[in-house]
């Protein structure tokens, strides 16, 4: 994979189901310890809502160690399971969604409230505003000054960016 797709900004999101208010908040992040400080600000914007179901991707889309979710007191497998598979699906990466909900005192059942999660999430994707993520890797190599135009010529070749070098008893 060399590209994908990721929020270019944070941005929310309202649903009305049953009575049941949803507010889908949606940001980028780049680690779990990102997604942790997301999480905790939607939190405390929305402090008396029932509850704060979450579910993020950490990084590139395809890598499953990056992801994560909370049902927050939903009944178990009922709200972030559903939002994850919604995420997993969309493609996007470096993504994190916080579905708040204020209980409408309509009980939804467990198949509604899967349907409601993934609904808030789905809505809330057709509008983001994304923008590209190149993958990158850093590397280190050395090399003797003797190969450095033909590297030169070959990393301008390759589009490959050279972010530092230096110039010691080899090139790094």
């Not at 270019?8 to 992040?29: A, Y």
């Not at 969604?97 to 198949?111: H, Q, S």
Request: overall charge positive; aromatic content about 10%.
């Amino acid at each position: 994979m060399d590209s994908y797709l990721a929020p270019s900004c944070k941005q929310s999101f309202e649903l009305d189901i049953k009575k049941s208010r949803f507010i889908t908040s949606v940001g980028r992040i780049n680690s779990r310890a990102e997604g942790k400080q997301f999480i905790q600000l939607v939190k405390t914007v929305h402090p008396s809502a029932s509850h704060h179901c979450w579910a993020y991707i950490a990084g590139s889309p395809n890598d499953a160690h990056q992801y994560d979710q909370s049902d927050d007191g939903e009944p178990k497998g009922t709200a972030g399971k559903p939002m994850l598979n919604v995420l997993t699906h969309s493609g996007l990466g470096n993504i994190i969604t916080v579905v708040t909900r204020y209980f409408g005192g309509i009980k939804l059942g467990t198949g509604g409230l899967a349907r409601a999660y993934s609904q808030s999430i789905s809505e809330a994707l057709k509008q983001i505003l994304t923008t590209q993520q190149h993958v990158t890797s850093t590397l280190l190599i050395q090399f003797p000054y003797t190969f450095q135009g033909k590297l030169d010529h070959y990393f301008a070749q390759q589009s490959i960016f050279i972010a530092k070098q230096l110039f010691e008893s080899n090139i790094s």
